[in-house]
């Protein structure tokens, strides 16, 4: 249904407030944690985004390759079901004949990071499954105006594999986790939808695990309330906050990635840690 004047106005003065928002972000970095940045460089990430995959650099890391590994590769649709119903504003009406599905896919590949001569291998899966609706080859047809009819409603993207490095031959196993999901009209988050990162690592008999970085506009008790995730710190079972990486767009060069590790951390968390953003700022970029 067509949305009333008053609702309108609303959501163009919100969405007004969040790209001022958004762009104040862009300008001036907001402060992380005081401990941690007086104890860490920051660095401003290059994606180096191409064909395939991208190849993350920053400080003295980089991306030296990522391929695709000669494994059995899944790819999955399953149908969930049927809809069908008429868009109607005051002027006109138009059809929507549309399906729900599920695809899930699987690949295996191999990553190498490397920081002056030492390397970091990675091998891993990325498991991903997406929940879409779209319009079917009827749909298609009776369909005046195709656009916001065609959308992914949630996805969820696994990763989980094993790291090595020169100096240290022990696996150290770690799970990414990146997911998304679309609100329904009724929802409390007034932009309709939620995306989340997680990472864990287990190092020796220490883990390292995520705390995301949050920001917020409005007051959770308020209808009109809004947080999404801008970013993640890395907590030990020791410390918290020994590593962080700001999410940034790419594409976009006046809002970069930036990454900070603690100076004092041994080489070997250092690396593992280099490693593993490199690899989720791939997942979040591809």
């Known amino acids: 249904m067509k949305l009333t004047h008053k609702n309108f106005v609303f959501l163009l003065l919100f969405f007004t407030m969040h790209s001022i928002s958004l762009s104040a972000q862009k300008n001036k970095s907001r402060p992380l944690d005081s401990t941690l940045e007086a104890n860490s460089e920051k660095w401003k990430v290059k994606l180096h985004k191409g064909f395939g995959k ?14 695709k590994l ?68 009827f749909g298609e047809i009776m369909s005046k105006d195709d656009e916001g009819k065609n959308q992914t409603l949630s996805f969820k993207k696994d990763v989980s594999g094993i790291i090595s490095s020169d100096i240290d031959s022990l696996p150290r196993r770690f799970f990414v986790e990146d997911t998304f999901s679309r609100n329904d009209e009724s929802a409390t988050n007034s932009f309709g939808h939620s995306s989340w990162t997680r990472l864990y690592i287990i190092i020796g008999d220490d883990s390292l695990f995520t705390e995301p970085i949050v920001h917020t506009v409005g007051k959770p008790e308020n209808k ?31 809002n970069p990635f930036y990454v900070w590790i603690r100076r004092d951390l041994d080489p070997a968390y250092q690396r593992a840690i280099a490693s593993l953003f490199a690899l989720l700022m791939i997942v979040k970029t591809s």
Request: aromatic share 16%; proline share 4%.
């Open 224 to 254: 009109f309330h809004w947080e999404w995730q801008t970013g993640i710190f890395v907590n030990s079972a020791k410390d918290n906050h020994i590593a962080a990486l700001k999410f940034g767009t790419p594409g976009d060069l006046s």
């Open 70 to 137: 000669d494994s059995p590769v899944l790819r999955k649709k399953t149908k969930e079901g049927s809809y069908a119903g008429a868009t109607i504003t005051s002027s006109s009406w138009d059809w929507d004949f549309s399906k729900y599905q599920a695809v899930e896919k699987r690949k295996a590949y191999r990553m190498l990071v490397a920081n002056g001569t030492d390397t970091s291998e990675m091998l891993f899966s990325i498991y991903s499954v997406s929940h879409d609706k779209q319009l079917t080859f």
């Open 54 to 67: 991208g190849r993350p650099e920053f400080g003295p890391y980089f991306t030296i390759e990522i391929k």
